[in-house]
């Protein structure tokens, strides 16, 4: 497949090394310093970029009738307006807070505990995320959606990394060096505590989910995620 690459830092770098493997071409690097880009040659155009141009990089893919996949977290305010502008154009677009295999198959985890838990009111539930120092966004767009579906499996109502009030879901987000992604969910109570935690040892599972995204999208049309590409939940 020919590739474009909208977004040119570490996962970017990291999806290039991981699709030169799987035999792909990459036909466009896009970062802060491209003026302008021609998507004609993409099969597929998968943007890890900023918050702040997801939405205007996404739609320019769109207009170009290319499937894309986005990986960038700190947006999803505009998600339902991106889904809108997918639909009219009949294109093909799919989103993930988080491409890895072992991270979606935790969302499925929690999902399940957080259904065991809903009945046992003795326990709360409290997030921590821990990422590099050069993360722009807090939470992570994956503690946003474990929090989110937890939120869909109790009488939780909302997330919080203020103080947390009843019924609030607590995320502490810690930034720390060369830290690639740590997510743990613990449910307290005064007589023990249960946790569950994904570790990242790196960025290659979210770079191989990517790619493997991008390859599954590629002669499809519709509005995705990764329960789609891996068949699970
Ligand atoms: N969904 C997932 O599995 C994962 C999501 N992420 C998210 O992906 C995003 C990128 O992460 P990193 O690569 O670590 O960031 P980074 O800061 O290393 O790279 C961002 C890149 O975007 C480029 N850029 C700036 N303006 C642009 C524009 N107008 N169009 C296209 N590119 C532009 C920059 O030049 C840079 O190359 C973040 O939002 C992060 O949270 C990161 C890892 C996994
Ligand atoms: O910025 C990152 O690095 C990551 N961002 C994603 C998120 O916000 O959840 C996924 C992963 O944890 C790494």
């Known amino acids: 497949m020919n590739?474009?690459?909208l977004g040119y830092g570490k996962m970017g770098k990291s999806i290039e090394k991981i699709a030169l493997e799987r035999d792909h071409q990459i036909v466009l690097k896009v970062t802060s310093?491209?003026?302008?880009?021609?998507?004609?040659?993409?099969?597929?155009?998968?943007?890890?970029?900023?918050?702040?141009?997801?939405?205007?990089?996404?739609?320019?893919?769109?207009?170009?009738?290319?499937p894309i996949i986005s990986g960038t977290t700190g947006w999803l305010d505009d998600y339902n307006e991106v889904v809108t502008y997918c639909e009219q154009r009949e294109g093909s677009f799919l989103y993930a807070s988080n491409f890895s295999l072992g991270v979606n198959?935790?969302?499925?985890l929690s999902k399940k505990l957080s259904q065991l838990m809903s009945e046992f009111k003795a326990y709360h539930v409290t997030m921590e995320e821990i990422h590099h120092t050069?993360?722009?966004?807090?939470?992570?767009?994956?503690?946003?959606?474990?929090?989110?579906?937890?939120?869909?499996?109790t009488d939780y109502t909302n997330w919080?990394?203020?103080?947390?009030?009843?019924?609030?879901?607590?995320?502490?987000?810690?930034?720390?060096?060369?830290?690639?992604?740590?997510?743990?969910?613990?449910?307290?109570?005064?007589?023990?505590?249960?946790?569950?935690?994904?570790?990242?040892?790196?960025?290659?599972?979210?770079?191989l989910g990517a790619l493997i995204a991008a390859e599954w999208i590629s002669d499809k049309k519709g509005i995705f995620t990764m329960k789609d590409v891996l068949n699970i939940g």
């Open 33 to 66: 310093e491209t003026d302008t880009f021609d998507l004609s040659g993409a099969d597929v155009a998968i943007d890890f970029s900023l918050p702040s141009v997801a939405v205007k990089n996404i739609k320019r893919a769109l207009d170009s009738n290319v």
């Open 160 to 207: 919080t990394l203020k103080e947390a009030k009843p019924k609030e879901i607590h995320i502490e987000a810690k930034r720390i060096e060369n830290t690639p992604g740590t997510h743990e969910i613990s449910y307290h109570s005064d007589i023990d505590t249960i946790s569950i935690k994904h570790i990242a040892h790196s960025r290659a599972g979210f770079a």
């Open 3 to 5: 590739i474009a690459l």
């Open 134 to 153: 050069q993360k722009l966004d807090a939470p992570s767009g994956t503690a946003i959606s474990l929090a989110e579906a937890i939120i869909a499996n």
């Open 105 to 108: 198959l935790f969302f499925e």
